[in-house]
C-alpha cells in the first residue's frame, strides 16, 4: 500500500511565523504535490515537484515555498504565516497516474 | 478553460436507495479521470482511474463510467458508512497537474 504521512495533524501558529509542514512518501514516487483545501473553494496547488530539487508553481503559489532535497521528502514552508493562510493542507504523490493523499495538516493562523 | 464540474453538491439517500453522482469534465486531451472519497478532517482516498470512454470500473457498492464530457459514479444499495464527500479530478496532457471539481457530499441515512 503507498503511504503518505505528513508531520502535523493539527498545528496552530501566530501570524508571522515561519511554518516548515513535511510529508513523506514510501514508494519512490517520482512526483509530489502539496494542495490546499477551503470550503467551497475544493483543492488547489500550491506546489508541485517531478524530481529532487525540481519544482513547479501551482495556481496559488503566492506566500509559500518548497524544498524536495531527498526524493522521499517534500516540504511546505510559510516564510510569513499569514490568517488567510488558515486551511487544510494536503501533500500527494504519484507514479504514472493516480496521486495518493496524506491525511492533511489543518493549520490555524492566529 | 479546463474544467471539472460536479453534481450534485449535496445528496441525502436512505440505506439502500442507488443513485449516481455526475462530473462533467472539459479538458483538451484527456489523461485520466480519477474519483476519491474524502472523510471529513481526512485526505482523499483513491478510488478509480478511467482512461478513456466506455471504461468501467468497480469496487464493493460503487461503479464508475466514463463518456467522453462525463463521469458518473454509480452508488447501488449504499450504506450509512458509504457518506462522505466524493470528488472528482482529470488531468490533461503534458502535465502533472490535477483539476479537481469541489465534490458531492453524501449522506446515507439508515
Known amino acids: 500500500d503507498v503511504k503518505v504521512t505528513q508531520s502535523s495533524r493539527y498545528l496552530v501558529k501566530r501570524t508571522g511565523e515561519k511554518v516548515f509542514l513535511e510529508c513523506v512518501q514510501d514508494m519512490d514516487h517520482e512526483n509530489m504535490f502539496w494542495y490546499r483545501q477551503d470550503p467551497g473553494l475544493g483543492l488547489r496547488l500550491i506546489y508541485f515537484?517531478?524530481?529532487?530539487?525540481?519544482?513547479e508553481k501551482g495556481d496559488i503559489p503566492e506566500g509559500y515555498s518548497v524544498s524536495r532535497e531527498k526524493k522521499e521528502r517534500f516540504s511546505l514552508i510559510l516564510e510569513s504565516a499569514s490568517t488567510n493562510q488558515t486551511s487544510m493542507y494536503l501533500c500527494?504523490?504519484?507514479?504514472?497516474?493516480?496521486?495518493?493523499f496524506g491525511p492533511g495538516t489543518r493549520l490555524t493562523v492566529t | 478553460e479546463d474544467q471539472v464540474t460536479q453534481s450534485p453538491e449535496a445528496l441525502r439517500l436512505q440505506e439502500g436507495e442507488s443513485s449516481s453522482l455526475n462530473c462533467s469534465y472539459t479538458v483538451s486531451g484527456l489523461r485520466g479521470l480519477f474519483w476519491y472519497r474524502q472523510d471529513p478532517g481526512k485526505g482523499p482516498e483513491f478510488l478509480f482511474t478511467l482512461y478513456s470512454a466506455g471504461e468501467e470500473k468497480e469496487k464493493e457498492r460503487l461503479k464508475a463510467t466514463l463518456t467522453k464530457k462525463e463521469s458518473f459514479l454509480h452508488i447501488t444499495a449504499p450504506k450509512p458508512e458509504d457518506s462522505a464527500t466524493y470528488l472528482c479530478?482529470?488531468?490533461?496532457?503534458?502535465?502533472?497537474?490535477?483539476?479537481f471539481g469541489t465534490g458531492t457530499r453524501l449522506k446515507v441515512l439508515a
Open positions: 515537484s517531478y524530481d529532487v530539487k525540481m519544482k
Open positions: 500527494a504523490s504519484s507514479g504514472q497516474y493516480e496521486q495518493y
Open positions: 479530478a482529470v488531468e490533461g496532457p503534458g502535465t502533472y497537474k490535477y483539476i
